[in-house]
């Protein structure tokens, strides 16, 4: 069974850093394409970023690029975002999704972030 | 970046009855290469993450009720769901994956009338 998990959301502080993980098993890793996509409360859905089976190849939203960074550890099935110079706006909960069949077949629960003073 | 509307925001219609949400991109995501749309689906209830309904625009991923059903091409796409049951009450989202950033509607929420 394919699960996706994800921790390492809190609260800090506007200007904070953090790192997200989600460890996910039940199939092959380093075969698929990963992505975050956020939710802020109360509103839809926003890809993040996304990343290629060995990590070389990365991308992401205009909001986040020079704060966040997304990366992979095949070796222990878990991706990352570090989040870095968080802002008000960045306040919400952060899926980790695996692309299939040009979709995202696969979801982890979420983890909230909460940027706030 | 490709614009996804998705109309109406929310609609409500009776157990049985056939519900239809649009969703139009500001740029063709056909991709010539294939001849498919970039273009999935996702339900969305309270509390949960999304789940794949349709990808490249039309084909129902597995495990998904046939009531379900997505059409359109280029620019303009359609989510039906032919006889609506209680446990369809969500938000439903397309997506555009034709280039990052791989940008989602707002959302449609459907409710029971």
């Known amino acids: 069974e394919v699960q996706l998990v994800e921790s390492g959301g809190g609260l800090v502080q506007p200007g904070g850093s953090l790192r997200l993980s989600c460890a996910a098993s039940?199939?092959?890793?380093?075969?698929?394409?990963m992505h975050w996509v956020r939710q802020a409360p109360g509103k839809g859905l926003v890809w993040v970023s996304r990343i290629n089976g060995d990590g070389i190849f990365t991308n992401y939203t205009d909001s986040v690029k020079g704060r966040f960074t997304i990366s992979r550890d095949n070796a222990k099935n878990t991706l990352y975002l570090r989040m870095n110079s968080l802002r008000v706006e960045d306040t919400a909960v952060y899926f980790c999704a695996r692309e299939q069949n040009s979709g995202y077949s696969n979801w982890g629960q979420g983890t909230l972030v909460t940027v706030s003073s | 970046d490709i614009v996804m509307t998705q109309s109406p925001d929310s609609l409500a219609v009776p157990l049985g009855e056939r519900a239809t949400i649009n969703c139009k991109s500001s740029q063709s995501v056909l991709y010539s290469t294939d001849n498919k749309n970039y273009l999935t689906w996702y339900q969305q209830k309270p509390g949960q993450p999304p789940k794949l309904l349709i990808y490249?625009?039309?084909t129902r991923e597995s495990g998904v009720p046939d009531r379900f059903s997505g059409s359109g091409s280029g620019t303009d796409f359609t989510l039906t769901i032919s006889s609506l049951q209680a446990e369809d009450v969500a938000v439903y989202y397309c997506q555009q994956y034709y280039r990052t950033p791989r940008t989602f509607g707002q959302g449609t929420k459907v409710e029971i009338k």
């Open positions: 039940g199939f092959t890793f380093s075969n698929y394409w």
């Open positions: 490249w625009a039309s």
